[in-house]
């Protein structure tokens, strides 16, 4: 029996076409079909999630999760059947880990020993390590809070100084005034460091909250690049630049800035660059297979020796989209059909 490859998606939400379906997806499904290898689109629905594992477990190879988790109201029942599912054998696109080690903002923290993520980032899980901490980071220079729920820039706040720290302090006092710009829409805040710290529990309280510290790289002026990625390679580059004022840093849709389309050649050693790192980013998350569809963003900044260096600022692995570049649908599928053949030659 030719099994299916199934694609996992939820009923609703605005990112949908007419047919109910994300519009990237029955290009997919269609691109595989005319390969003769059969697919299928899911809608999860945790009120019939044994119905659900119990189908794909019969009747699929292999899956490919096309859902934000951080949408569902139990993300981890979602992700308790996919881990069980891979258990089965069904081959995971991505792996349920994958997908919360690629995702989760600390995935920079876990990279920091490497040259794609500066030594001095952190990660905050608990209010107490945060407070302690952060007075000292800030000390060093202009950070980067990133909250680790949430996207397009809400809760990733720019904070700096106010006024110059005495040379002696190796920690900001608390009543020191920080301004504090969010890159949702570049606005700018005043608060006194304490006030501002309170303000940001909010941020690590509840599931997987937790804030991650980096420093600010300037060089976002020029624009952050992100590469698309296909498994292990990179098939698109969207190089986005913030929009020209004063306070403005970030790289998001809503907050104005610029998008261009760029191909991976024009990008030659930032990918180099990143194709070189890949075992280590694999290594560093888990062990598991690269995901399937995933986007990797970089920051330019200058190393010691005045050459450019490329800062890896954030990954995302589990929604990411392709709806204006629907061509690239004959490609995933063209990969699809190659782990299949990979993962069944394997298990001979
Ligand atoms: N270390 C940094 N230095 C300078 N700018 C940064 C840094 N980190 C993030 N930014 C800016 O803030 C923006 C938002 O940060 P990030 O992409 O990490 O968060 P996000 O909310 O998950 O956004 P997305 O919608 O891309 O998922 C980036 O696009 C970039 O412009
Ligand atoms: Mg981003």
Same mark, same amino acid.
Not at 156 to 178: F, S
């Given at each position: 029996?030719?099994?299916?490859?199934?694609?996992?998606?939820?009923?609703?939400?605005?990112?949908?076409?007419?047919?109910?379906?994300?519009?990237?997806?029955?290009?997919?499904?269609?691109?595989?079909? +005319?390969?003769? +290898?059969?697919?299928? #689109?899911?809608?999860?629905?945790?009120?019939?999630?044994? @119905?659900?594992?119990?189908? #794909?477990?019969? $009747? %699929?190879?292999?899956?490919?999760?096309?859902?934000?988790?951080?949408?569902?109201?139990?993300?981890?029942?979602? !992700?308790?059947?996919?881990?069980?599912?891979?258990?089965?054998?069904?081959?995971?696109?991505?792996?349920?880990?994958?997908?919360?080690?690629?995702?989760?903002?600390? %995935? *920079?923290?876990?990279? %920091?020993?490497?040259?794609?993520?500066?030594?001095?980032?952190?990660?905050?899980?608990?209010?107490?390590?945060?407070? $302690?901490?952060?007075?000292?980071?800030?000390?060093?220079?202009?950070?980067?809070?990133?909250? $680790?729920?949430?996207?397009?820039?809400?809760?990733?706040?720019?904070?700096?100084? #106010?006024?110059?720290?005495?040379?002696?302090?190796?920690? #900001?006092? &608390?009543?020191?005034?920080?301004?504090?710009?969010? %890159?949702? /829409?570049?606005?700018?805040?005043?608060?006194?460091?304490?006030?501002?710290?309170?303000?940001?529990?909010?941020?690590?309280?509840?599931?997987?909250?937790?804030?991650?510290?980096?420093?600010?790289?300037?060089?976002?002026?020029?624009? @952050?690049?992100?590469? =698309?990625?296909?498994?292990?390679?990179?098939?698109?580059?969207?190089?986005?630049?913030?929009?020209?004022?004063?306070?403005? !840093?970030?790289?998001?849709? =809503?907050?104005?800035?610029?998008?261009?389309?760029?191909?991976?050649?024009?990008?030659?050693?930032?990918?180099?660059? =990143?194709?070189?790192?890949?075992?280590?980013?694999? /290594?560093?998350?888990?062990?598991?297979?690269?995901?399937?569809?995933?986007?990797?963003? !970089?920051?330019?900044?200058?190393?010691?020796?005045?050459?450019?260096?490329?800062? &890896?600022?954030?990954?995302?692995?589990?929604?990411?989209? !392709?709806?204006?570049? *629907?061509?690239?649908?004959?490609?995933?599928?063209?990969?699809?059909?190659?782990?299949?053949?990979?993962?069944?030659?394997?298990?001979?």
């Amino acid at each position: 029996m030719n099994k299916k490859v199934i694609f996992f998606e939820v009923q609703g939400g605005n990112d949908k076409g007419p047919d109910g379906y994300r519009k990237d997806t029955m290009p997919m499904v269609h691109a595989l079909q +005319q390969r003769g +290898q059969d697919a299928e #689109v899911i809608f999860y629905d945790m009120t019939k999630q044994q @119905e659900i594992f119990d189908y #794909v477990k019969e $009747n %699929a190879i292999a899956y490919v999760s096309r859902i934000n988790p951080g949408n569902l109201k139990d993300e981890s029942a979602y !992700f308790s059947m996919l881990r069980q599912l891979c258990k089965e054998g069904i081959i995971g696109m991505p792996h349920p880990d994958a997908m919360i080690g690629y995702g989760a903002k600390d %995935a *920079l923290v876990k990279l %920091a020993d490497t040259s794609l993520v500066p030594s001095d980032t952190y990660a905050y899980y608990t209010i107490e390590e945060f407070k $302690n901490n952060f007075p000292k980071s800030l000390a060093n220079g202009i950070r980067v809070l990133k909250q $680790n729920r949430g996207s397009t820039g809400e809760g990733i706040w720019r904070v700096q100084l #106010v006024d110059e720290l005495e040379p002696e302090n190796t920690e #900001v006092p &608390l009543n020191a005034t920080i301004k504090c710009t969010e %890159a949702k /829409d570049n606005h700018v805040e005043y608060f006194e460091l304490a006030a501002f710290m309170d303000f940001c529990e909010q941020y690590i309280v509840g599931d997987n909250g937790m804030l991650v510290d980096m420093q600010f790289l300037p060089r976002i002026k020029e624009g @952050e690049i992100r590469l =698309f990625m296909l498994h292990d390679k990179p098939v698109n580059v969207v190089h986005k630049k913030p929009v020209e004022s004063e306070d403005s !840093f970030s790289a998001t849709l =809503f907050s104005g800035a610029n998008y261009r389309y760029d191909k991976p050649e024009d990008w030659k050693n930032l990918v180099d660059f =990143f194709l070189s790192k890949l075992p280590v980013v694999m /290594d560093r998350l888990g062990g598991y297979d690269l995901p399937l569809i995933w986007t990797a963003d !970089f920051i330019l900044d200058t190393d010691e020796a005045g050459n450019d260096r490329y800062v &890896l600022g954030e990954m995302n692995c589990s929604c990411v989209g !392709f709806t204006s570049e *629907l061509e690239l649908a004959q490609d995933i599928a063209d990969e699809i059909i190659f782990k299949i053949k990979e993962h069944t030659l394997q298990s001979i």
